[in-house]
């Protein structure tokens, strides 16, 4: 009786999820696990001693993140389950800089101000970065600042190409010359190509488990709510290797991949295991990748209520 309820449920969710697929004007929707309270972020490069990141969560919201073993610490604040200021301070408690979001009524991403501490005890503008989002495509330009507030310079505009279901499957780097191309199978990332960026030019292809990946999964989802999957990305302001943040972001968890340079040598290769607790949730995630020969290996830790 417990398995054919099962069955009813997922065929019931697979005729919800047909009826009513996302576009690129609607926000995905994301049942946020408010039982998380905390990840902890083990980092090791070629079994050294490691860093230690801890992002301490209240009701599905990243509101601190102590970060390299506790020697700095960010400071969040949110409106409507999106962050909305950050602000980084050292090991003495002395504020470093400041970090300021806003977002469209779809909840994607209108600007995003950085700002560092002065020894005059104030917050200076540094740079700015904001988004034009236009039918399929994002405009992303950043302006940098000089002290006394003047432009220093401009960068010109990079652009993200969506489909229908708000995955990005074009990335155009004009600053670079760089460009990538995604295509996607069931909600998962499938292959990328990456040209213009010289070494790191090449081709990448993706696996992915059959369980459907938990928000627990995605530490973004704890900062930039249901539209976590775009804003990530627009945020770190993505490269060459956007693979490896895009990866991250399916349906599905992500068993591994292998990103091959174009001169067919092997450049980056990833393998993923995870673990559940009798409650079926996310508990532990290991991540090793192999980076231009060096050994990284990544922990991931969950801690529930």
């Known amino acids: 009786m417990k398995k054919s309820g099962k069955i009813i449920l997922l065929l019931a969710l697979a005729i919800f999820m047909s009826c ?72 003495n408690e002395a504020p470093i800089n400041k970090t300021s979001y806003t977002y469209n009524g779809n909840g994607k991403l209108l600007t995003i101000i950085y700002q560092s501490y ?16 236009n039918g399929n495509e994002i405009l992303s330009t950043e302006t940098f600042y000089n002290i006394d507030g003047s432009v220093d310079f401009v960068r010109l505009p990079n652009v993200f190409t969506l489909n229908a279901s708000n995955e990005i499957i ?19 990332l499938a292959s990328i ?11 990448g292809n993706f696996n992915y488990t059959d369980g459907i990946a938990s928000d627990a999964y995605h530490k973004d989802v704890f900062r930039f709510g249901a539209q976590y999957k775009l804003n990530m990305m627009l945020a770190s302001q993505v490269g060459g290797y956007s693979f490896k943040q895009l990866a991250e972001l399916g349906k599905n968890y992500l068993s591994g991949y292998m990103y091959l340079n174009d001169d067919g040598s092997e450049q980056v290769t990833l393998s993923a295991l995870y673990e559940f607790d009798s409650n079926e949730r996310l508990i532990k995630q290991s991540k090793n990748k192999m980076f231009f020969g060096s050994l990284n290996t990544t922990v991931l830790t969950y801690q529930y209520q």
Not at 118 to 133: A, I, P, Q
């Open 20 to 91: 009513n697929k996302d576009t690129i004007d609607e926000p995905i929707e994301s049942n946020i696990s408010q039982n998380l309270i905390g990840i902890t972020e083990s980092i090791y490069a070629n079994s050294n001693g490691g860093s230690v990141n801890n992002y301490m969560i209240t009701s599905g919201e990243n509101v601190k993140t102590f970060f390299n073993s506790e020697s700095y610490y960010e400071m969040n604040t949110f409106v409507n389950n999106r962050i909305d200021v950050s602000i980084f301070y050292d090991s």
């Open 170 to 188: 074009k990335f155009e780097d004009f600053n670079f010359g760089g460009s990538w191309v995604a295509t996607y199978s069931g909600g998962n």
């Open 193 to 203: 190509v990456v040209n213009g960026y010289g070494n790191k030019d090449g081709t």
């Open 118 to 133: 002065t020894d005059n005890s104030t917050y200076v503008m540094t740079n700015k970065t904001e988004f034009v989002h």
